[in-house]
């Protein structure tokens, strides 16, 4: 298996709704076949109903909300774009989980769920540079 990621798909419970919460937050999709694409950088991010997505990957919906273990990241060129898209979220429909602070890894973030609980790291990490079109390096942290 080659070492990247092509499409994240957000299963969702109302995609007009969850469309709209993108938008408002400066995203822009097409839709297709009641399914929204995003282009993100060097991949897709998708909007597809939770419960066939459940079902196209074998398995049973569940109740959405929950912490189900992935936290998407956003990472932004400086603290102020962090405050601004935290800022923006509750009138987009979703809700600020943590605001914005240095955390105790050092570099300044805060969180946010999608009116669907899909949950959102946005940070500004200066060891984590952007390239002019978005991409992140990851440092070499030495590991052996």
């Known amino acids: 298996m ?4 092509t499409l994240i798909t957000l299963g969702v419970s109302d995609l007009a709704r969850a469309k709209a919460f993108y938008a408002a937050l400066g995203w822009r999709g097409q839709e297709v076949e009641e399914t929204v694409f ?3 950088g060097g991949l897709g991010l998708v909007l597809w109903s939770r419960e066939k997505l459940a079902r ?3 398995l049973e919906p569940g109740e959405p909300g929950g912490f189900g273990g992935v936290v ?3 990472n932004v060129r400086s603290r102020d774009e962090v405050d601004a898209l935290l800022a923006a979220v509750p009138d987009a ?3 600020v989980t943590k605001p914005a602070a240095v955390n ?4 300044y ?3 946010f769920t999608d009116p669907d609980g899909h949950p ?3 940070a500004h990490n200066p060891s984590f540079p952007l390239a002019d079109d978005g991409t992140v390096t990851l440092p070499d942290f030495g590991a052996a």
């Open 109 to 111: 973030s805060g969180a």
């Open 120 to 122: 959102w790291e946005v």
């Open 56 to 58: 196209d990957c074998g």
């Open 2 to 5: 080659e070492q990247r990621i």
């Open 104 to 107: 105790v890894v050092g570099f």
């Open 38 to 40: 995003f282009q993100a």
């Open 93 to 95: 429909g979703g809700t």
């Open 72 to 74: 998407l990241a956003h």
